[in-house]
């Protein structure tokens, strides 16, 4: 007999395994065995709550961006001038939740998952078309027409931060890629005034 309300607790424990299995494999090429035993489960009960390998990515994939959501939204909270909205946005990408290891593994996987599954490839678009349109209307009023190439290149220096951080295996440093990208768009910024 199935235990009474263990199923959102055990397929939290489900996707939280999944990012750290891939983060410490660095590839997709992980079994639903490998996940399940790290959440303490079967893999029995693994697919009895998703069905199967894709369907855990995917679940992991809108966690992990739920959660990156969650520290933009509460950033752009705090922030009162459109300088400090592209700021934050910029600051939440890297924020700790969003920018450690197993995280960032799984970012890269994600993107490699979209190139075959199309529901993978949604979830990406989504996230890609939300922070390009955080970052333009940040960056709207104070480059008014290049607002759109601006946040263009910084949601690409994102990414690629991530990716560069994939490949090089070292701690991740969280300050130290939000000033990156807060660089180049100090350098947009100066060149418009």
Do not use: C
């Amino acid at each position: 007999m199935p235990k009474v309300g263990m199923e959102p607790i055990r397929r939290a424990a489900l996707v939280e395994a999944t990012i750290h299995e891939i983060g410490a494999q660095g590839t997709l090429d992980v079994t639903v065995g490998a996940i399940a035993k790290r959440a303490g489960m079967s893999s029995a009960l693994a697919h009895h709550y998703f069905g199967g390998k894709e369907q855990i990515f995917l679940a992991a994939m809108r966690h992990t961006l739920r959660l990156y959501g969650t520290e933009v939204n509460t950033a752009l909270r705090a922030a009162n001038t459109p300088a400090q909205r592209a700021e934050a946005i910029v600051k939440a990408s890297f924020a700790n939740s969003n920018f450690r290891p197993e995280v960032i593994a799984a970012w890269l996987n994600f993107y490699v998952l979209a190139q075959t599954v199309p529901d993978a490839k949604r979830l990406l678009t989504i996230y890609q078309a939300r922070l390009r349109s955080n970052l333009v209307h940040a960056l709207r009023p104070l480059l008014r027409a290049r607002a759109d190439e601006v946040a263009s290149r910084t949601a690409a220096l994102i990414d690629g931060v991530y990716l560069h951080q994939s490949l090089v295996k070292s701690k991740a440093q969280h300050s130290q890629a939000a000033e990156d990208v807060l660089a180049y768009l100090d350098f947009e910024l100066k060149e418009t005034m």
